[in-house]
């Protein structure tokens, strides 16, 4: 009997410290793993970048404003009318190929740039005048694209 008792007890005992261990290890990787995202974080600050950018997860550089490109084959935009959205105070940006030569002209800014067959015209225009525009080759009155300019 004093044998089983004495069985008993170390297994309880046994069953107390592995419980203790388990608690205190555990712990302790909550502790290192809050150590790791810190120095992780820090590292991604540090290399940002050397133009003074903040990281931004990836270590890459931030993203340039998307420039819209309005292709123009046979005389006719592929895939339809674009439809742009600017904020007020930002900047008008996209980007006409075509092949053929015309006028691009942007509406209600009343920016009109030539373009030869076979090339592009770039248009990067303040926005100024809130509004929904059309871009449409001029002498063709064909719709490019419609621009709107929502509150900044």
Known sequence: ?????????????????????????????????????????AVEEQTGGDDGSQG?????????????????????PVGGVQELEVAKGEDIRFVVESDVAEEVHLHGYDVAKDV??????????PATIEGVFEV????????LAEITVTPG
């Not at 030869?116 to 225009?125: I, K, L, N, P």
């Open 1 to 41: 009997m004093e044998s089983r008792t004495r069985t008993l007890v170390i297994g309880v005992a046994a069953v107390v410290v592995a419980v203790i261990l388990f608690v205190v290890l555990q712990g302790s990787d909550d502790d290192g793993d809050s150590e790791s995202a810190t120095t992780t974080t």
């Open 56 to 76: 931004n997860g990836g270590g890459q550089e931030p993203e340039e404003p998307e420039v819209a490109r309005i292709v123009v084959r046979n005389g006719q």
């Open 116 to 125: 030869e067959a076979g090339g592009e015209v770039s248009f990067d225009v």
């Open 136 to 143: 449409e080759l001029e002498h063709s009155v064909v719709p």
